[in-house]
């Protein structure tokens, strides 16, 4: 299983960034796939997930602002962010659990 997470930036409060996640080594249509994010000082915590069918959820703090999405023909999964506030700056990982957890390298979104 590889993980490859990219998109992060510098980026001021109130605009947007796109991050990608480019998955491979596993059936990527089948399962349910997740970003998480870790500020500095902070415990790692879920941001979003999808599941197969493309329910999402979200953690409250992006509700409205960030949008995760899949593309299962390119094995790849996004995360729109807008509106972007100083508060989501964190290093963002593209997240499997699939009788283990994998993670990829995480990119860092820097808000200003």
């Known amino acids: 299983v590889q993980l490859q997470a990219s998109g992060g930036g510098l980026v001021q409060a109130g605009g947007s960034l796109r991050l990608s996640c480019a998955a491979s080594?596993?059936?990527?249509?089948?399962?349910?796939m997740d970003w998480y994010r870790q500020a500095p000082g902070k415990q790692r915590e879920l941001v979003a997930s999808i599941t197969s069918g493309g329910s999402t959820e979200y953690v409250d703090s992006v509700k409205g602002r960030f949008t995760i999405s899949r593309d299962n023909a390119k094995n790849r999964m996004f995360l729109q962010m807008n509106s972007l506030r100083a508060e989501d700056t964190a290093v963002y990982y593209c997240h499997l659990n699939l009788y283990r957890h994998y993670w990829g390298q995480g990119t860092l979104v820097t808000v200003s």
């Open positions: 080594g596993f059936i990527f249509r089948l399962n349910t």
